[in-house]
């Protein structure tokens, strides 16, 4: 095959073992195609996201996210609807590989292959005429594209109670991918029309139920003035990043009294209660580290609370999470969390909390639950 540069199709390949994505690559590469590689399902749709290849080689048996999920993602998500995907697969089963196809697989390649056969059915599958996959949703019109290690949906189509329910859909869809940090952006919405309250929250609890987040951006008081406080209520709001920097440091200047960072530590039920109060940022390391060499040499169940934070950025809080997870993984403690306030409980998911633990509104159910289990 002998192709410009510009001419050359490019191919992602999704495999988890190295040895084999070598090989392909390599052998993909003297056939004339550019290659991209993901190391498993979840960074395929992100890759293809920010690639748009021709077409895609799945293999199906991926850690995490495997290649049918992300299959089925591929054929909801758009713009990736209509990238073809080859299924690699080690699978004997008549029943697993109908499974692929009907999941949307344009074939399937069994293991162990020949190049020179996968090049030839890649041409193949390429050189066929392709149409537009048909709609999936009546009432949503949006493209996703990957961002900041998140996913972004450009909204087009009005905000409605019908869109928000598709929306739900597509949350659904993609919850293979969670936790993720997702953004909505509402440049291009013509219009946000009442009765959005129960629909919006569904899919909002749909993305935090499984760890994931959601940040509303481009909300225009003046195109969408009757929603606008709807909105702000319910979604967090991406600042400009000049004003999120004032708003910081008005934090800083106006509450002095708060400045500080605190701890407590008791213990309660034969478990470790960690109270958390005033400002945790990124100059509190050090006093996190004392706080949790305290909790290692006590070797007991932790419950952090911070409903005593006024104020948390991100390192800090990246801290506070990485130190909970070398208590719950290294010393192999029980680890459990207490935040009730929306801001800080926000900042928890953000770094990746939801892998310390669940929530609990009140201390003493946090406390049932570690006598229970």
């Not at 909300?219 to 929603?227: E, I, N, V």
Request: hydrophobic share 45%; glycine share 6%.
């Amino acid at each position: 095959m002998s192709q410009s540069e510009t001419d050359k199709k490019t191919v992602l390949i999704a495999d988890d073992e190295p040895d084999l994505r070598e090989v392909m690559e390599d052998g993909l590469k003297a056939f004339g195609f550019s290659v991209v590689t993901a190391v498993d399902g979840r960074n395929a749709v992100f890759q293809a996201l920010r690639d748009r290849p021709d077409l895609v080689l799945m293999d199906v048996m991926m850690p995490g996210v495997t290649g049918i999920e992300a299959l089925g993602i591929f054929k909801i998500l758009h713009p990736l609807r209509s990238v073809p995907i080859l299924m690699l697969t080690a699978l004997k089963s008549r029943e697993d590989v109908l499974a692929a196809i009907r999941a949307g697989a344009a074939d399937y390649i069994a293991k162990p292959f020949d190049l020179k056969i996968i090049s030839k059915k890649i041409a193949q599958i390429l050189a066929q005429p392709t149409s537009a996959p048909p709609q999936i949703f009546r009432y949503l019109q949006y493209s996703a594209a990957a961002s900041d290690g998140g996913l972004t949906l450009h909204l087009f189509s009005d905000l409605t109670p019908e869109s928000a329910d598709d929306l739900l859909v597509l949350a659904g869809a993609i919850a293979p991918l969670q936790p993720i940090r997702l953004m909505l952006d509402l440049e291009h919405v013509p219009a946000i029309q009442g009765r959005l309250l129960k629909p919006l929250s569904m899919f909002i609890k749909s993305v935090e139920r499984s760890g994931g987040t959601i940040t509303v951006d481009h909300l225009d008081p003046k195109k969408h003035r009757t929603a606008t406080g709807l909105i702000r209520n319910l979604f967090h709001l991406r600042e400009d990043p000049a004003k999120q920097a004032a708003r910081a440091d008005t934090i800083v200047r106006t509450s002095a009294a708060n400045v500080d960072f605190r701890y407590t530590v008791r213990s309660k039920k034969g478990v470790a209660i960690m109270e958390l109060f005033g400002m945790l940022t990124g100059t509190a390391t050090a006093k996190i580290d004392r706080a949790f060499s305290n909790i290692q040499n006590a070797w007991a169940p932790l419950i952090v609370c911070m409903d005593g934070l006024t104020y948390a950025d991100g390192a800090g809080m990246k801290h506070l999470v990485e130190k909970l997870l070398e208590i719950k993984l290294g010393a192999g403690l029980k680890v459990s969390a207490f935040v009730m306030n929306p801001t800080i409980r926000k900042s928890f998911l953000e770094a990746r909390g939801h892998l310390v633990s669940g929530f609990h509104d009140r201390l003493e159910e946090a406390l049932d639950a570690f006598q229970n289990n």
